[in-house]
């Protein structure tokens, strides 16, 4: 098998058609395309997306931002850690290392990472090395997030 590439997306026209194709056949409710055209400089923007391209055809994506340290709710000690925000690969493409490419891409930093699974998705993210960080209602606001910490970093408990 070759080797995976992921690569970060530009914020353009092109990148915005790449999104469409992902809003037809993809999950809905992980669709980017909004945050994508609300975006949009032509190419020198500081872009949040990254992806990985099967030829032409972009088969797989998420968006990953950083959070400062001062804002950190969810590790000890407090620092500046990762959102890895609607991981996506198309249905054709599933299965052959796409989604944990995008995972192994987002620790190579060694930062603490933050993300929201989808229903049905627990069991990937448990296999990428993520738990469920305990919830704390006014912090997570409905929301069930999944934690993966380097060594050296643990959960922050309610205080």
Do not use: C
Not at 32 to 37: I, N, R, S, V, Y
Not at 102 to 131: C, H, Y
């Amino acid at each position: 098998m070759e080797r995976i590439k992921v690569e970060k997306l530009l914020i353009n026209y092109k990148t915005l058609e790449k999104f469409k194709h992902f809003k037809s056949y993809g999950n809905q409710e992980l669709s980017m395309l909004e945050d994508l055209e609300s975006n949009i400089v032509e190419n020198d923007s500081e872009s949040p997306f990254y992806g990985i391209y099967f030829g032409n055809n972009l088969v797989a994506r998420m968006s990953l931002y950083k959070v400062k340290a001062k804002y950190d709710a969810y590790f000890e000690p407090s620092q500046d850690y990762l959102v890895l925000w609607k991981l996506e690969v198309l249905p054709d493409y599933r299965g052959k290392g796409y989604g944990k490419a995008l995972v192994d891409f987002a620790k190579i930093d060694n930062l603490p990472i933050k993300t929201n699974p989808r229903i049905n998705s627990q069991g990937f993210w448990e296999e990428m090395g993520f738990q469920k960080a305990n919830y704390e209602m006014e912090r997570d606001l409905g929301e069930n997030p999944f934690i993966w910490m380097p060594t050296g970093v643990q959960e922050k408990l309610k205080d």
